[in-house]
Each structure stands twice: as structure tokens, then as C-alpha cells.
Nanobody
């Protein structure tokens, strides 16, 4: 069984940074692409970033390009989301998810296991 646990959320001022972590259990985790999504209050969940199983390719939503960086830990069972230059528009619950299609694309139906989320609040 795959379990994903996010951490690292919190309250930060605009312009600040946070680093989210997603720890995964399960033997085959390292062979899958992973993604980060977020859901702001009153809005639908949206793709933020994705990374392939090898870590050689990543994808980002236009709204976070140049500010956020997704990466995998050396043991490949942890995925990170480094978030810089945060704005109040980044306030949301952030989720990591496993991409069973292994393509690191924004298509949410490609993701089968989800964490419980970690809340990020950016104050102005």
C-alpha cells in the first residue's frame, strides 16, 4: 500500500519561501512520476508541478514557473517543492500525488494516490 505524507506548510509573509516535503512508503514509489497540486479556498484543485521517476524532467504550472522547484530526494522516496517569492495567491492546501502513468503531466486522472495535504498561508 502506498502512503504519502506531506509536511512543511505554514504561515509565511509575501516574498518568503517554504519547502514542502512528501514522504512516500511503498516499494515501487521510486519508479513513478510524482506531482504537487494545490487547492485554494473556493477553487478547484490545480496542478502545480510534476517530476519524472528519474528526476530528469519536470513540469510546472505557468503561475509558479521560475518561483517553485520540484525535486526528488536521493533515495527517491521523498519529493520536495521549494517555493520562493510566495504571494497571497499561493495560499492553498498543497497535495502530493503519485502519477501511475509516469508522465509528470497536469492531468489529474493520471494520479492515483494522494496525501492528506499541507496548508500554506501567505500573508500580504
Amino acid at each position: 500500500q502506498v502512503q504519502l505524507v506531506e509536511s512543511g506548510g505554514g504561515l509565511v509573509q509575501a516574498g518568503g519561501s517554504l519547502r514542502l516535503s512528501c514522504a512516500a512508503s511503498g516499494r515501487t514509489f521510486s519508479t513513478y512520476a510524482m506531482g504537487w497540486f494545490r487547492q485554494a479556498p473556493g477553487k478547484e484543485r490545480e496542478f502545480v508541478a510534476g517530476i519524472t521517476s528519474s528526476g530528469d524532467r519536470s513540469a510546472y504550472a505557468d503561475s509558479v514557473k521560475g518561483r517553485f522547484t520540484i525535486s526528488r530526494g536521493t533515495a527517491k522516496n521523498t519529493v520536495y517543492l521549494q517555493m520562493n517569492s510566495l504571494t497571497p495567491e499561493d495560499t492553498a492546501v498543497y497535495y502530493c500525488a503519485r502519477d501511475y502513468m509516469n508522465r509528470a503531466l497536469p492531468t489529474q486522472s493520471h494520479y492515483d494516490y494522494w496525501g492528506q495535504g499541507t496548508r500554506v498561508t501567505v500573508s500580504s
